[in-house]
C-alpha cells in the first residue's frame, strides 16, 4: 500500500488494512484522545515529515 499524508487526514483510511488490526476508527482515534486529537497528531505529523524534507 503506497499512500501520502493526504490520505491520513481522511478518517476512512482507519477501515483499511493495516489499520483494523488495531481496532475500529473509533478505537484508533481514542489512542489519540478522540477525533480531534487523531486529526492534530496527523497534522503535526504533516509538519515534521514538511519540515524533514525541507532541511534535508
Same mark, same amino acid.
Given at each position: 500500500? /503506497?499512500? +501520502? !499524508?493526504?490520505?491520513? =487526514?481522511?478518517? =476512512? !483510511?482507519?477501515?483499511?488494512? $493495516? %489499520?483494523?488490526k488495531? #481496532?475500529? $476508527? *473509533?478505537?484508533?482515534?481514542?489512542? %489519540? #484522545? #478522540?477525533?480531534? +486529537?487523531? %486529526?492534530?497528531?496527523?497534522? =503535526?505529523?504533516?509538519? *515534521?515529515?514538511?519540515?524533514e /524534507? =525541507?532541511?534535508?
Amino acid at each position: 500500500m /503506497n499512500l +501520502g !499524508i493526504y490520505e491520513l =487526514e481522511k478518517a =476512512e !483510511i482507519l477501515k483499511l488494512d $493495516p %489499520f483494523t488490526k488495531l #481496532g475500529k $476508527p *473509533a478505537k484508533i482515534a481514542a489512542y %489519540f #484522545g #478522540g477525533k480531534a +486529537g487523531y %486529526f492534530q497528531a496527523v497534522k =503535526e505529523l504533516e509538519d *515534521a515529515l514538511y519540515i524533514e /524534507n =525541507e532541511a534535508g
